[in-house]
């Protein structure tokens, strides 16, 4: 286990100005049209199974080319490097009969991660970067049945959920991660088991990183797949005292901000906003050029609601560099100083008093 990040380092760079966090890893791996033979690799090339989509497999089979894309994205200006674990516990990674690579994934990747932040570090010292360990949501939810005749039915549970996490949590930290991302929440129930896990792990450890959480506003209902409004979601994971809260993919960024809005007058933490580009075409790809995503983001920074900004599906290190030149002249979001009052949450907030 490497040494503790410094958090007064993280925190101080935070109030300093707006971070960058970097863009998508699946569309920079798409760009190169990796074959089934690549993701196989010489280890793999005889497994049973089809392995081609596992891309965080790729940080087994073809570290070079996870580690450029995270050099890219560093180039664009990113401050947060995200791990190529979105998928890599046990529940997902048994799409493809590869539950016991779990932790080894997670391991490998956050070495990737962290060596291409520290050349930069090394590069440039007075400007910091850090790698944050991507905590991806699973393939399964705890809180709605699968089966529409069947509501009562589930095929995942809170113990199954946390124990694949805390085996992914452990080899992020052991691969040398600063902070952990749970990311791209669209059931709150998942987020807590995974939440709890780390919490766990950190224990385990003797040793805290700082916690970001980014849910998902699936549509313009403004709620989660699993019926959250943001401001119920934030109630319902504030309990982890997490460094940050925020919103990732779904929507684009104009149909984001009025939820970063809600979150950044509630919450008493930082605020993270990594949006699509733009909403997918009839082909499933994401049109929106990066000086667009851009300008939809600087009004964001101008008015105040942000800390951490970055791109998810579709997004490149173009889209990052123009948003980097475009929120870097305007000053991070203050903390507000929230009342205290009981706060509660069910699929609705519900504030006493």
């Not at 791209?184 to 896990?197: P, Y």
């Amino acid at each position: 286990m490497r040494r503790k990040p410094s958090w007064d380092q993280l925190h101080q760079v935070v109030r300093e100005r707006i971070l960058i966090i970097d863009g998508a890893m699946g569309t920079m791996i798409q760009k190169r049209k990796p074959t089934e033979e690549d993701y196989r690799g010489e280890r793999f090339k005889d497994w049973a199974s089809d392995v081609k989509g596992n891309n965080d497999l790729l940080s087994l089979t073809q570290p070079e080319m996870i580690q450029e894309i995270h050099e890219e994205y560093l180039e664009a200006g990113a401050d947060l490097i995200e791990t190529n674990t979105f998928n890599a516990q046990r529940i997902s990674m048994g799409d493809y009969n590869m539950e016991e690579l779990s932790y080894e994934i997670n391991l490998e990747a956050a070495k990737l991660a962290r060596a291409a932040v520290d050349r930069y570090n090394e590069r440039t010292p007075d400007r910091p970067r850090f790698v944050v360990g991507a905590v991806g949501p699973t393939n399964r939810t705890a809180s709605m049945s699968p089966d529409v005749n069947n509501p009562g039915f589930r095929n995942t549970n809170f113990e199954e959920l946390r124990e694949a996490y805390a085996e992914q949590v452990r080899g992020l930290m052991e691969g040398g991660i600063d902070a952990v991302m749970i990311e791209t929440v669209f059931d709150t129930l998942n987020a807590k088991a995974a939440g709890f896990a780390t919490l766990q792990v950190f224990e385990e450890n003797d040793l805290e990183l700082p916690i970001m959480i980014s849910g998902t506003i699936t549509d313009r209902s403004g709620r989660t797949l699993s019926g959250q409004t943001a401001e119920a979601f934030w109630y319902s994971m504030r309990h982890l005292k997490p460094f940050s809260i925020g919103l990732n993919c779904a929507l684009g960024a104009e149909l984001m901000r009025p939820y970063i809005a809600d979150l950044s007058h509630i919450a008493d933490v930082y605020i993270s906003a990594y949006p699509n580009a733009g909403l997918p075409n009839e082909m499933g790809e994401y049109d929106e050029t990066p000086h667009d995503m851009a300008c939809h983001l600087e009004p964001w920074a101008e008015d105040g609601l942000v800390n951490i900004v970055g791109g998810c599906c579709g997004s490149t290190p173009d889209h990052i560099s123009h948003i980097r030149q475009h929120v870097e002249k305007h000053q991070p979001r203050q903390l507000p100083k929230i009342a205290p009052k009981m706060r509660l949450s069910g699929l609705e907030p519900f504030v006493a008093g």
